[in-house]
């Protein structure tokens, strides 16, 4: 048994070192790969030279071959003065929003609320066009929501000093958007003042002594393509009374197309007010198909009028109603009760002085305050025919009709004036 005994503890003593061989030289394999050696010595007895790569030196040589100049020469840095071109040199950050983050409830908000707009002087703008026409026109941004880091990388890095960044999943933004796509970027501005407004160039240069007022238009896509074809023929100016829906809910905005950072609009205006925002020589010019009831008298057949003629005149007769009752006048009486404008076709010349051109909606058509208001300046009823029977243009339709055909004639004035010039000069040379 002794010996048994024996014999075990000299067979383990045997093993021992084969163990510890076998142990450690892989180790020292492993340890000698981490640290990148020179040479590599195999078991074996193989040697094999590690060579570095063109150009490398070991770090320590690499240390040393460098000058002490080098060693205490600082880090570039960008000057002051110097426009930063990364976000590195901006020091900009951004923040990622998390579930219940209060931030992301403005958004709705502001979407959605008339009078949140208008007490915080916010809007909210969607769409890496519309948002970087605006950056151009010195709109004001606030707050960024963004999902994925390039959309704002696209915007001016200067534009962005001071504004918040708020990165947020893309399912957030589906649910703000109205857009079938979204396009995965909003920004909350500061509501524009047309006064601090920078307008582009070519929309100067073309602008015509020709403004709109929009009258009790109501649907945002017929505003937002009205704003749209302002913009197109050249207006000075946008004028919209009480009554209309507000210019920068995004349903107007989204059908504007960028217009309304190319003309100046002038919002939720009273009719007292607005000969202030008109030039002083000034015409103003109504867009109504009541002018059609000329044409009716002499067929008396009332489909001649046309549907929103009959609304309009309704609505009309109820202020004389409302006169008649209150200041007990005879029955039938009804001479006075509506301003007296001359009818004309809207391709006659009616530019001969800087021209206003008011359009009102398809429902309420235009208000008595505007008729009273051409007929103070001057001004007459345009109309377009249209064949008898068939419902009246579209606002949008109309008011592009009318602001294309004013572009029409004060162009055709232009070129006029240009080739007397012309003819004048060489009178005088020769």
Known sequence: MAALVKGVGWSSRLLLPVVQTWDLEPRRWVRALRRSPVKVLFP???VVEQRLGAGKQPRKAAAKARSPVQQLKPALQVPPSQTPSTWAEAGLRYDKALPGDKRLSNVMTIAKSRSFR???????????????????????????????????????????????????KFEDIKDWSDLV????????FAKPDHVRMTYPEAQLHHSLPLLLICDNLRDPGNLGTILRSAAGAGCSK???????????????????????????????LDWETVPNHLPTDARVYVADNCGLSAQAQMSNKASDHGWVCDQQLSKFHKYEEEEEEEENLETGSSKGWLPELEVQSYDLDWTEAPAAVVVGGE????????????????????????????DSLNSAMAASVLLFEGQRQLRLKGRTLEQSRVTTERGCGS
């Open 238 to 268: 946008v004028l919209l009374t009480k009554g209309c829906v507000d210019a920068w809910e995004p349903k107007v905005l989204r059908a504007g197309m960028g217009a309304h950072f190319r003309v100046p609009i002038i919002n939720n």
């Open 363 to 390: 429902t309420h058509g235009v208000s008595l305050e505007s008729l009273e208001l051409a007929e103070s300046t001057g001004g007459r009823r345009l109309l377009i025919p249209i064949v008898p029977g068939v």
């Open 118 to 168: 208008e007490k915080q002087g916010k809007i909210l703008l969607e769409g890496r066009r519309l948002i970087a026409d605006a950056l151009k026109a010195g709109a004001v941004p606030q707050v960024f929501f963004f999902s994925r880091l390039e959309y704002i990388k696209e915007l001016p890095i200067d534009k962005l000093k001071g504004v918040r960044l708020i990165k947020v």
């Open 181 to 188: 796509t979204p396009q995965g970027i909003m920004g909350i």
């Open 44 to 46: 074996s007895g193989q």
